[in-house]
């Protein structure tokens, strides 16, 4: 035997599953199953003025031809990229992403998918605190729900990414959530796999498969993951959950706002790109993030200290909470808020009082239990089963 055929085995023996069958020829045993006509991605809707009262205002910075104040219903879809250069999503370019998004062999031993972590019954999370990678290594962070990711300016909990497109090669690389650090051998495998090359005709124009291009259509297949249907989204709520909203504008939503009930992070929001004082040309860019004091001396230091505001969205459904998945339940979380805040040098000015003690946020019973309706009723089924964001692999 030749001696790089004995190191191929004891690396095989050393990384036992990253051997099978399916990493050598590069070919998972089933074929992804698509409809005949691509479904519907470009035509996203958006839920634009879903808060009467309160306007849509954090909106992409790169949407400079669009209105959204007169287009509640935004038809072909643009994903961000900075630097204005503008992407348009395609139904054939987000068919393809959906493939990718859900094909283990992306990763590095063929265990792990986007959809791992990011489940769609789960609003695209996964339900753990932390998430296994590859190698069953912890990520640092909780999984984030993925939706209308196309409303946030900054993306990842410390607003790392700025655009879904940058984000998308990120985890395929991340040495913890799929590890393939080499986007050249990520190529061949992906070249390797027979039914990608019609996929990537569809979609390019031609078969030519490169790391750009898988990120491309992953972006535009993310980008599309919207949610407009939920029963607060088509003015159902009766009057318990009317009163919740109340309660949630009145204590909640002048961080989780607008029409995502996330940060408010487009140019001149109150947590995005702000100029200090107007006759100074000095300007601060909260990237959407805040400190909510959920430890004294923070253990993560995300951005400066901060965290992003999420979105509230499909909220019962993506439990554990907060960037570490400390808290089980929303009542952990309300918990945390009308008793729970700690003195965080960075804390939220909101949560001070004048003399610089902790201001808790007020709950009764009564508004503790309204404004729990009124979170679940933004949960969107719609989202949550629509066959377009399902898994198109049948049970390997
Ligand atoms: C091992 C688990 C894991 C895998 C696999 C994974 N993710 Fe994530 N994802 C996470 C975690 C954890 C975060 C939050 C990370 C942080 O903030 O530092 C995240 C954040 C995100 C976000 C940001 C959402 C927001 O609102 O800011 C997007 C989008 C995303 N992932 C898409 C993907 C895509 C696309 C893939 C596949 C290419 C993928 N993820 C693979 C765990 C995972
Ligand atoms: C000062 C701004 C601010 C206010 C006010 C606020 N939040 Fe938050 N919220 C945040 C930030 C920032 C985070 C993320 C914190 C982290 O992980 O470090 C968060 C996280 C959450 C989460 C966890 C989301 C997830 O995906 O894990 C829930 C649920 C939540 N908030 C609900 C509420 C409710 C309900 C209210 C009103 C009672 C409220 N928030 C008031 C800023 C705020």
């Given at each position: 035997m030749e001696?790089?055929?004995?190191?191929?085995?004891a690396?095989?023996?050393?990384?036992?599953?990253?051997?099978?069958?399916?990493n050598?020829?590069?070919?998972?045993?089933l074929?992804?199953e698509?409809?005949?006509?691509?479904?519907?991605?470009?035509n996203?809707t958006?839920?634009f003025?879903?808060?009467?009262?309160?306007?849509q205002i954090n909106t992409r910075?790169d949407?400079?031809n669009i209105d959204p104040?007169?287009?509640?219903?935004?038809?072909?879809?643009?994903?961000?990229n900075p630097?204005?250069i503008k992407?348009e999503?395609?139904?054939?370019?987000?068919t393809l992403?959906?493939?990718l998004?859900?094909?283990?062999?992306?990763s590095?031993?063929?265990?792990i998918?986007?959809a791992?972590?990011?489940?769609?019954?789960?609003?695209?999370?996964d339900?753990k605190?932390?998430s296994?990678g590859?190698?069953?290594?912890?990520?640092e962070?909780?999984?984030?729900?993925?939706?209308?990711?196309?409303l946030?300016n900054n993306l990842?909990?410390d607003s790392?990414s700025?655009s879904?497109?940058?984000?998308?090669?990120k985890p395929?690389?991340?040495?913890?959530?799929?590890?393939?650090e080499?986007?050249d051998?990520?190529?061949?495998?992906?070249?390797?796999i027979?039914y990608?090359?019609?996929?990537f005709?569809?979609?390019?124009?031609d078969r030519?498969?490169?790391?750009?291009?898988?990120?491309?259509?992953i972006?535009?297949?993310?980008?599309?993951?919207?949610?407009?249907?939920?029963?607060?989204?088509?003015g159902?709520?009766?009057t318990?959950?009317?009163h919740g909203?109340?309660v949630?504008?009145?204590?909640c939503?002048?961080?989780h706002?607008?029409?995502?009930?996330?940060?408010?992070?487009?140019?001149?929001?109150?947590?995005g790109?702000?100029?200090?004082?107007?006759s100074s040309?000095?300007?601060?860019?909260?990237?959407?993030t805040?400190?909510?004091?959920l430890?004294?001396?923070s253990?993560d230091?995300?951005?400066?200290?901060?965290?992003?505001i999420p979105t509230?969205?499909?909220?019962?459904?993506?439990?554990?909470?907060?960037h570490?998945?400390?808290?089980?339940?929303i009542?952990?979380?309300l918990?945390?808020?009308?008793?729970?805040?700690?003195p965080?040098?960075n804390l939220?000015?909101?949560?001070?009082?004048?003399?610089?003690?902790?201001?808790?946020?007020?709950?009764?019973?009564?508004?503790?239990?309204?404004?729990?309706?009124?979170?679940a009723?933004l949960?969107?089924?719609?989202?949550?089963?629509?066959?377009?964001?399902?898994?198109?692999?049948r049970?390997r």
């Amino acid at each position: 035997m030749e001696m790089r055929h004995l190191l191929y085995l004891a690396t095989c023996l050393f990384l036992l599953n990253s051997c099978t069958k399916e990493n050598i020829d590069g070919t998972p045993s089933l074929n992804p199953e698509l409809p005949e006509v691509a479904y519907d991605y470009k035509n996203i809707t958006l839920p634009f003025n879903a808060v009467p009262g309160l306007v849509q205002i954090n909106t992409r910075i790169d949407f400079i031809n669009i209105d959204p104040f007169s287009n509640p219903i935004f038809t072909g879809g643009f994903i961000n990229n900075p630097g204005g250069i503008k992407q348009e999503i395609t139904d054939e370019g987000a068919t393809l992403g959906r493939v990718l998004f859900y094909d283990k062999s992306l990763s590095q031993n063929n265990t792990i998918s986007c959809a791992s972590c990011h489940q769609q019954k789960l609003a695209f999370t996964d339900g753990k605190a932390f998430s296994e990678g590859f190698q069953g290594e912890l990520t640092e962070r909780n999984s984030m729900s993925i939706i209308n990711p196309i409303l946030q300016n900054n993306l990842f909990w410390d607003s790392r990414s700025v655009s879904i497109l940058d984000l998308s090669l990120k985890p395929i690389q991340n040495h913890i959530e799929m590890g393939m650090e080499r986007l050249d051998i990520l190529e061949e495998k992906v070249r390797n796999i027979d039914y990608y090359g019609p996929l990537f005709e569809k979609a390019f124009g031609d078969r030519h498969i490169t790391s750009d291009r898988i990120a491309v259509a992953i972006s535009q297949f993310v980008s599309s993951i919207t949610s407009s249907n939920s029963k607060f989204d088509k003015g159902q709520l009766n009057t318990f959950e009317l009163h919740g909203k109340q309660v949630f504008l009145e204590k909640c939503g002048s961080c989780h706002s607008g029409s995502n009930f996330a940060a408010d992070d487009g140019p001149g929001g109150a947590y995005g790109m702000n100029f200090i004082d107007l006759s100074s040309t000095s300007i601060v860019n909260l990237r959407g993030t805040t400190n909510i004091g959920l430890d004294v001396v923070s253990a993560d230091n995300g951005f400066d200290g901060k965290f992003r505001i999420p979105t509230l969205r499909n909220i019962m459904l993506t439990a554990p909470y907060m960037h570490d998945g400390r808290f089980k339940t929303i009542d952990e979380v309300l918990d945390h808020y009308s008793s729970g805040i700690k003195p965080n040098a960075n804390l939220d000015v909101k949560f001070k009082t004048p003399d610089g003690k902790v201001k808790f946020i007020s709950l009764s019973d009564a508004e503790r239990l309204a404004l729990k309706a009124f979170l679940a009723a933004l949960t969107d089924e719609t989202m949550l089963t629509d066959p377009k964001y399902s898994d198109p692999f049948r049970r390997r």
